[in-house]
């Protein structure tokens, strides 16, 4: 199953790095230089619960964005109470 959110469909994106050397201009320096470029992941944060979808209790990825927005219909909470001595 892949890292990809059930309702909204965020999942891994790819971007890059880059590393800076120097002094900022502002600060007295004569500038910043890039001196490096690598890949990077920009994971989404991807959460397993338990959801109600069709009537059906089941496990589902979902990003926490959509559990924040409501999106999610989590199941009822039981009680188990022991019978009265």
Do not use: E, W
């Not at 800076?20 to 890949?39: E, M, N, Q, S």
């Amino acid at each position: 199953m892949p890292r990809t959110c059930y309702f909204t469909g965020k999942k891994t994106r790819i971007g890059n790095q880059k590393t800076h050397r120097g002094k900022a201009k502002y600060l007295g320096g004569v500038g910043t230089k890039c001196t490096g470029i690598t890949p990077r992941k920009f994971k989404a944060n991807i959460q397993t619960v338990r959801a109600v979808i069709d009537g059906r209790v089941t496990r589902i990825k979902v990003s926490t964005k959509a559990i924040k927005m409501g999106l999610v219909k989590k199941p009822v909470r039981r009680r188990y109470t022991k019978p009265a001595a």
